[in-house]
């Protein structure tokens, strides 16, 4: 593999990607072009996957499916706790102006499927850091509805053959917020 052509100045850049992209709440209603979104997901395949499974299916849903999401989303909540809960839920949801699901095939080896879980994950990093870069904020949800089998029925994806890896909310960002970490030496162990 070549070194980028710009050198430390690539590498910068793409530091600064990776440092600052950032899961968000709050989305402007403007929409993001289909074709940035399967620009991102024709990359976020490229992940590394273990004997090329190639485990991901990606999902964009449209307005009936978004519809029909946020409706699950407002029962789910008005049963965890009341009316009043169920609708902020489903209003904060209806703000979100893109959708993407990542599902995951099952598989009854173990280690597969740990790798497959692993490769979606990677998948999905790529995804996010194309979009951050095109100025799309995304957020990776495992909530609720990612758990529930009308969930799938929505998508159309058949709950026994795989499991949903995240719901993705993306659209161009009012506000980013900005994070932390630990201090390096706090997480790195490094042997002789």
Request: proline residues 5%; charged residues 25%; positive net charge.
């Amino acid at each position: 593999m070549k070194p980028m052509a710009d050198g430390r100045d690539g590498l910068r850049q793409l530091a600064e990607r990776i440092r600052g992209r950032r899961s968000t709440n709050l989305f402007l209603k403007q929409k993001v072009s289909k074709k940035l979104i399967r620009d991102a997901i024709e990359l976020a395949r490229w992940a590394p996957n273990h004997h090329l499974t190639e485990p991901w299916r990606f999902y964009v849903l449209g307005e009936q499916a978004i519809a029909a999401s946020i409706e699950l989303i407002r029962d789910n909540a008005a049963r965890k706790k009341d009316a009043a809960y169920g609708d902020f839920k489903a209003e904060s949801a209806r703000a979100v102006p893109g959708w993407l699901v990542v599902t995951c095939k099952k598989s009854p080896d173990e280690i597969l499927q740990r790798e497959d879980y692993a490769a979606c994950c990677c998948a999905i990093q790529n995804l996010m850091l194309y979009l951050s870069e095109a100025g799309v904020a995304t957020k990776w949800t495992t909530g609720e509805i990612t758990r529930d089998a009308r969930f799938h029925r929505i998508l159309g994806s058949d709950p026994d053959a795989s499991f949903i890896v995240a719901l993705i909310w993306y659209g161009y960002p009012k506000v980013l917020p900005t994070q932390s970490r630990q201090p390096l030496e706090n997480i790195l162990t490094e042997l002789p």
